[in-house]
C-alpha cells in the first residue's frame, strides 16, 4: 500500500479496491450481495483529538464477526489498521467515524452459492456522527419504546454487526410519528433490546440494568460495563422489560456516535427527579475521560 498524504481528500476518504479515494468515488456493484441481501458485516470506531478510540476492541470484533460469516479479507489486522488509519489522515480528520465493511461480493453468473463468492473489503471516514448533537442532549433527548420486535437471535447472531436494521428504521418512524427523538425494540417477551446504533440502560434505587440477550455487544456497551465494575456501582445484565424504563430513575444510552447519551424522557414523560441523573452523568464524565487514557488511544500519525 502506498503512503498516504495527511489531507489528500479533505472531509474524508474511502479505502475501495486497493486505494484510498476521496469519498465520491465510494461504490458498491448492484449485484453484491451485501446490498441485494443485506448480507455483510461491518464495524465503526471512533476518533476523538486525532486518537481512534479502543480501535483493537473493534478490530477483534469486526474479524470475529467475519469469522461467524464465513468471510475472509485479503488483509490482516494490522494492515486494517493501517488502512483506517490511512482513511482518516487522508482525510484530514480529527474527530471521526470510522468503518471498515466486509461484503459476501458477487458470486459467479448463475450461481446461487455464497461459498463461491469473493468476498469484498472497504473501509471509510468521515466526520463524527452523533446518534444526538451536543444540544440535543442538553435539550434532552426522548426515547420511544417500539413495540416492534427485534430480530430474534435464533435466526441472526446479534453479536455480529450487520444491515439487518429495517425494524429498527420501522421503529424510528414510530418514535417520530409520536412526537419522539429516536426509539429502541422488544424482544418477543417486550423486554428492551436495542435501538438503531445504541445499546439502551436504566437505573433503579442504584443499580444499572441492560439487557442480556439479543443485542449487538457493542464496544460502548462494553466500555460503560467495566466503569460499572471499577466504580463499584451496581450492575445488573438481564432482561430488562420495557415497562421498567418508564419507572426509571434515569435512563441512557451507549453508542460509539456519543459515548453515554443521558435520555430526558421516555415516551414523552420525564424520567425520574432530574436531568441527567447522578449515576448517567458519573458514567459520561468517566467516559470521557478515557479517551485521555494512554491505554484506549490510538494516535493517527498526521
Known sequence: MRAVT?????????????DWKPLSEAKLSLFDWGFT?????????SVWKGAFFRLDDHLDRFFASMTKLRMAIPYSRDEVRTIVHGCVRAGG???????????????PPGSRD?????????????????????????????????????????????????YHWLDLVQSMFDAYDRGGDTSCVVDAGGNVTEGP?????????????TAARGVLEGVSRRTVLELCQA?????????LPADTLADADEVFLSSTGGGVLPIAKVDGKPVGAGFPGPVTQRLHDAYWALHDDPRHRDPVVY
Not at 495527511?6 to 486497493?18: A, K, L, M, N, P
Open 93 to 107: 480528520l480529527r474527530d471521526a467515524y470510522v468503518a471498515m465493511v466486509c461484503t459476501r461480493g458477487v458470486p
Open 197 to 209: 446504533g445504541f445499546n439502551v440502560f436504566a437505573v433503579k434505587d442504584g443499580v444499572v440494568s
Open 6 to 18: 495527511t489531507g489528500e481528500f479533505e472531509g474524508g476518504s474511502v479505502f475501495i479496491d486497493g
Open 114 to 162: 455464497p461459498r463461491l463468492a469473493t468476498n469484498r473489503f472497504y473501509a471509510y471516514a468521515v466526520p463524527f456522527v452523533w446518534i444526538a448533537p451536543p444540544e440535543k442532549q442538553r435539550a434532552g433527548i426522548d426515547l420511544h419504546v417500539s413495540r416492534r420486535v427485534r430480530i430474534a437471535p435464533e435466526s441472526v447472531d446479534p453479536t455480529v454487526k450487520n
Open 231 to 239: 466504580r463499584a456501582i451496581p450492575l445488573r445484565v438481564g432482561a
Open 37 to 45: 441481501r443485506s448480507d455483510a458485516t461491518y464495524d465503526v470506531a
